[in-house]
């Protein structure tokens, strides 16, 4: 099965940036990394225009569009609720990946690691923490040190290098490869 793992954190933290300074770091050592996003804000891939976005409009519930350099499916899903994780994950190609990381889906049983930035602005309590780290934690990044004890690693959530090969050594044990570090 692919590897399966999410960043996690409150919004504002730094998810996003944080994924576009790792992807290319784990990709420099040989891994293959795939990302699913959640999203709660209505979004759309297609450009009012094209001709992919007037055909969808017009009415088509699918709609994939194809060239050399990539492929996209388009889903109309207006009154579906969220897409259900695990298919997401099946429509991944895992001939072509290593792990797979997700932003988001923090309801989701899978393993993850846990930002904390103290500028993101969000202002939390020890109840909120307990909420968030649980068994499927398997690191906290954080910009400062925490006042909390914790039974996982702490990494340095400026430090993308240090994250990246956490991220290694754990394929490596839940794989049992060898990816260098």
Same mark, same amino acid.
């Given at each position: 099965?692919? +590897?399966?793992?999410?960043?996690?954190?409150?919004?504002?933290?730094?998810?996003?940036?944080?994924?576009?300074?790792?992807? +290319?770091?784990?990709?420099?050592?040989?891994?293959?990394?795939?990302?699913?996003?959640?999203? @709660? @804000?209505?979004?759309?891939?297609?450009?009012?225009?094209?001709? %992919?976005?007037?055909?969808?409009?017009?009415?088509?519930?699918?709609?994939?569009?194809?060239?050399?350099?990539?492929?996209?499916?388009?889903?109309?899903?207006?009154?579906?609720?969220?897409?259900?994780?695990?298919?997401?994950?099946?429509?991944?190609?895992?001939?072509?990946?290593?792990?797979?990381?997700?932003?988001?889906?923090?309801?989701? +049983?899978?393993?993850?690691?846990?930002? =904390?930035?103290?500028?993101?602005?969000?202002?939390?309590?020890?109840?909120? =923490?307990?909420?968030?780290?649980?068994?499927?934690?398997?690191?906290?990044?954080?910009?400062? %040190?925490?006042?909390?004890?914790?039974?996982?690693?702490?990494?340095?959530?400026?430090?993308?290098?240090?994250?990246?090969?956490?991220?290694?050594? =754990?394929?490596? @044990?839940?794989?049992? %490869? %060898?990816?260098?570090?």
């Amino acid at each position: 099965m692919l +590897p399966i793992l999410a960043i996690a954190a409150w919004s504002g933290t730094g998810k996003t940036t944080l994924l576009k300074k790792l992807i +290319p770091l784990l990709k420099q050592r040989g891994v293959r990394p795939g990302l699913i996003k959640h999203t @709660h @804000h209505n979004m759309d891939v297609d450009t009012p225009g094209k001709d %992919s976005y007037e055909l969808r409009k017009a009415g088509a519930d699918q709609v994939l569009v194809a060239s050399k350099q990539r492929w996209a499916l388009m889903m109309e899903t207006p009154d579906e609720q969220d897409p259900d994780f695990s298919w997401l994950v099946s429509q991944m190609d895992a001939r072509t990946l290593d792990i797979v990381l997700v932003e988001g889906f923090k309801d989701e +049983p899978i393993p993850r690691i846990l930002l =904390w930035r103290r500028q993101s602005g969000q202002h939390h309590t020890d109840a909120d =923490w307990e909420t968030l780290l649980d068994e499927r934690v398997i690191a906290v990044a954080s910009d400062e %040190s925490l006042d909390i004890t914790l039974t996982v690693p702490l990494l340095d959530l400026n430090n993308p290098q240090q994250i990246a090969a956490f991220i290694i050594q =754990w394929l490596n @044990h839940i794989n049992g %490869s %060898s990816i260098d570090i």
